[in-house]
């Protein structure tokens, strides 16, 4: 699994860190999106999959490796 993240498109929502506070932070500065681990563990699957869902602006981006 991969993750790309946005900070353009980020709106400062927060739900990615509220979801996975391992793998997403937001920036002190503006709020955007933090990526802290772009390769997390396949553990950690369906929880970043669930941010992705939950972002409002559509700026978190997860590939799968099948």
């Known amino acids: 699994m ?3 993240t946005d900070t353009q498109r980020c709106v400062g ?3 990615c860190a509220l979801t996975v506070p391992e793998v ?3 920036s002190e500065d503006d709020g955007t ?3 802290l681990d ?3 563990p396949a553990a950690q699957r369906a929880a970043v999959q669930r941010a992705e869902r939950l972002c409002p602006s ?3 981006s997860v590939l799968l490796d099948d």
């Open 24 to 26: 997403f932070d937001q």
């Open 13 to 15: 929502a927060g739900m």
């Open 33 to 35: 999106v933090v990526l």
């Open 58 to 60: 559509g700026a978190i």
């Open 38 to 40: 772009a390769e997390p």
């Open 2 to 4: 991969k993750i790309h």
